[in-house]
């Protein structure tokens, strides 16, 4: 099976470009290699390969950058997805697509389900809805993957900050009052073989380790971690602050945005695993030397 990645040099797309080759006949595209705001370059690169899975990991992620420059977040999110769904369609190829728990507005107090309604309240979230809509709208054999607080070696993210700022200093705090789901890269990268099988349908999918958690626990748990792996942080506990004191955010977040897994637990027979055993298993490997 051939396998196109895009935006190989992502924290995502790394990672999948790394567990995916020498299983599969994998030839990835990092930004250098294809800009995806230029059709012109999506053809010159992909018209001549051949391949049965093109995954889109590629994509404008900076949520207050979007916010700032809208016509590029919907040129990367909506529109470069729409054409390669396009490109897809016409070699019969299925197009893997990830898309974000920021879809939703965070009003409800339990997990959204792939059939919640997506009312996105910033313009990255507008822009990865539009994106969903445009590839869905070319082929509903294509598949929408929705992931949440990505997380894994490739590229440092929440958990790197928190863990880096507990090397240097006690005083850390994170907020309490939003919820989500961490996601690790490397569980991604695991069950998404799964998804080459053109049996699955297409449409959308929520993919996220299970549980529940805030921004702070999260980071509790990683200082926790830390110290049982003999990581050297200097922090061990984490303050609690609230969203309405972030002033350095542009743009607004869902205050809860957990992903329901229900869907994937029917397809694959079991749940993602637990976020805190994943958030374990980077820090051991990823900063424990023993
Ligand atoms: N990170 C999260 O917490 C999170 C949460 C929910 C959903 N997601 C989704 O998961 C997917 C992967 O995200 P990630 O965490 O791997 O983010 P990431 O590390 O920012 O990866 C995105 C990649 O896209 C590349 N890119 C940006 N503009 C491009 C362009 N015009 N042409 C080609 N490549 C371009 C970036 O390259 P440069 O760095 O060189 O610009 C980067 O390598 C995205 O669809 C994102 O929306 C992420």
Same mark, same amino acid.
């Given at each position: 099976?051939? *396998? ?15 567990? %995916? ?12 290699? %294809? ?6 370059? *999506? ?17 404008? @992620? ?9 016509? $590029?977040?919907? $040129? ?16 019969? &190829?299925? %197009? *893997? ?21 997506? /009312? ?9 809805? &539009? ?53 690790? @890269? ?5 069950? %998404? ?10 449409? *959308? ?41 972030? /002033? ?14 229900? /869907? ?11 976020? $805190? ?14």
């Amino acid at each position: 099976m051939k *396998i196109v990645i895009i935006g190989s040099g992502g924290r995502l797309g790394a990672a999948l470009a790394r567990a %995916l080759t020498g299983k599969f006949d994998v030839t990835g595209f990092n930004h250098d290699a %294809l800009d995806i705001g230029n059709i012109g370059e *999506i053809h010159a690169c992909l018209d001549r390969l051949k391949f049965d899975v093109l995954i889109n990991a590629a994509g404008l @992620t900076d949520v207050d950058l979007c916010e700032k420059e809208p016509d $590029r977040a919907f $040129r990367i999110n909506t529109e470069a997805p729409q054409v390669l769904a396009r490109v897809c369609r016409d070699k019969n &190829a299925r %197009l *893997i697509h990830f898309s974000t728990d920021y879809v939703f507005d965070g009003e409800k107090r339990e997990p959204y389900t792939e059939d919640d309604v997506a /009312k996105p309240i910033s313009i990255y979230g507008a822009s990865k809805r &539009a994106g969903e809509e445009s590839v869905l709208g070319v082929q509903d054999r294509h598949l929408i993957v929705r992931v949440s607080w990505v997380f894994g070696p490739d590229r440092p993210s929440f958990i790197d900050g928190v863990i880096r700022r507990a090397m240097e200093t006690e005083e850390i705090e994170a907020v309490a009052d939003k919820f989500s789901l961490p996601t690790y @890269t490397m569980d991604i990268a695991e069950m %998404l073989p799964r998804l080459f099988d053109s049996n699955v349908p297409g449409g *959308i999918l929520h993919f996220c380790n299970s549980g529940e958690c805030s921004w702070q626990s999260y980071a509790q748990h990683a200082l926790d971690c830390c110290h049982k792996f003999g990581v050297n942080v200097k922090a061990k506990t984490v303050a609690p602050v609230k969203m309405e004191n972030m /002033k350095n955010f542009v743009a607004r977040r869902p205050v809860y945005s957990v992903l329901s897994t229900e /869907k994937y637990k029917k397809l694959a027979g079991g749940a993602p695993r637990p976020w $805190r055993d994943a958030v374990a298993d980077y820090i051991k490997s990823h900063y424990s030397k023993t």
